[in-house]
């Protein structure tokens, strides 16, 4: 088989098609979160914490010399990028159980499932069965 055509088959699969398109889905989901949480969700923690802009807290390890820029640890971007995560991880949680409601999933905290009935073994699987038995007892 010829690289191309290995190639062809590989790219037209409908996992490798499917996949394609949820990444770019969740990249522009995730566009959306990353403005919402900068947007709506962090002015207000900003001000309840006093105007403080994470993006903007930093230490500065060196001070900047002429050209060349100031040395920064930027621990509010760390802050910033946690709590983007946070909220992305929630949401996500969230449509998926919604999802599971839609499609008549069980919710997770009712009642437990009561166990399957065991099926029946096949006559074959009894009758290996049995021939066990009668050498393990000779």
Do not use: C, H, W
Not at 16 to 26: K, T
Not at 34 to 58: E, H
Not at 93 to 115: S, T, Y
Request: proline content about 5%; overall charge negative.
């Amino acid at each position: 088989m010829s690289t191309m055509k290995e190639f062809k088959d590989f790219a037209v699969k409908g996992n490798v098609v499917d996949m394609a398109v949820g990444i770019v889905i969740g990249v522009a989901f995730g566009n959306i979160i990353t403005v919402f949480v900068s947007g709506v969700i962090m002015p207000p923690i900003g001000v309840l914490l006093g105007g403080a802009d994470f993006s903007n807290l930093a230490i500065i390890v060196k001070e900047a010399v002429g050209e060349k820029p100031a040395v920064l640890i930027s621990y509010g971007l760390f802050i910033q990028t946690l709590i983007d995560f946070t909220i992305i991880a929630f949401v996500i949680f969230m449509v998926v159980e919604g999802i599971n409601k839609l499609k008549g999933a069980e919710d997770r905290g009712g009642e437990e499932k009561m166990p399957e009935e065991p099926i029946a073994p096949s006559p074959e699987a009894v009758l290996l069965t049995e021939i066990r038995d009668l050498l393990k007892s000779k």
